[in-house]
């Protein structure tokens, strides 16, 4: 029962919507009515306010460590370990993709996603992020970087934990990273495929 309020909590910081909260802030569209449709800090910074993505990213990030910092430090106070944590990784990465407070219909999990290595293991975040940003300079495509960063991740993950239950979580969430950008590797395949800091005004 324990495990499942665990499970639950990480759950709803996870559905926090941070893009259409920073939208708000600075009076700009909602974030799923225009450019890739997708309420992650990417498409906010199509409106042309980037303090708004960055609003929105550093929430979306924050949200993910959260949800691991509680975890390790209330979980063995309940006779519980990795399983807690692991369980409220997976959790918090998909309550950001599947957001109850949005009908389920969310971001893709990249942000949320690093915010969780971060709290797993700061130098593990570290190294998701430093891939990021190495395939986002040389090739300027957020979706590409975020593929790369999502495979390599459990690798990462491997070395740090070995074939534990936080490196299967790991793994879970880079499949779905990967599945959720379906459509993002059909437009890299295809040449139409929106590069870093391109403007699409809202529809």
């Known amino acids: 029962m324990t495990l499942l309020a665990f499970i639950f909590f990480a759950y709803l910081i996870g559905s926090i919507p941070f893009a259409l909260i920073s939208s708000w802030i600075f009076k700009l569209p909602d974030p799923r009515t225009y450019g890739s449709k997708n309420p992650g800090a990417t498409n906010v910074l199509r409106s ?7 609003l929105t990213l550093i929430g979306d990030a924050g949200k993910g460590w959260l949800a691991i910092v509680l975890a390790y430090s209330f979980a063995p106070s309940w006779n519980m ?3 807690a944590v692991a369980a409220a990784a997976l959790a918090v990465f998909l309550g ?3 957001p109850i407070f949005l009908h389920f219909h969310g971001g893709k999990g990249v942000a949320t996603a690093v915010g969780v290595l971060l709290g797993l ?10 891939t990021w940003i190495a395939v986002a300079v040389i090739s300027r495509y957020s979706s590409l970087s975020a593929l790369i960063a999502a495979t390599l991740a459990p690798v990462y993950a491997y070395f740090f ?14 499949c779905m990273l990967i ?21 699409k005004p809202p529809a």
């Open 48 to 54: 042309g306010k980037k303090v708004a993505a960055v």
């Open 121 to 130: 293991n700061p130098i593990l975040g570290l190294l998701a992020i430093a």
């Open 96 to 98: 950001h993709v599947f």
């Open 81 to 83: 370990g990795d399983d």
């Open 179 to 199: 599945w959720r950008h379906q459509a993002n590797i059909t437009n890299l395949i295809t040449g139409k495929e929106s590069r870093i800091g391109q403007k």
């Open 161 to 174: 934990f070995g074939f534990a239950l936080n490196t299967l979580a790991v793994l879970l969430m880079a």
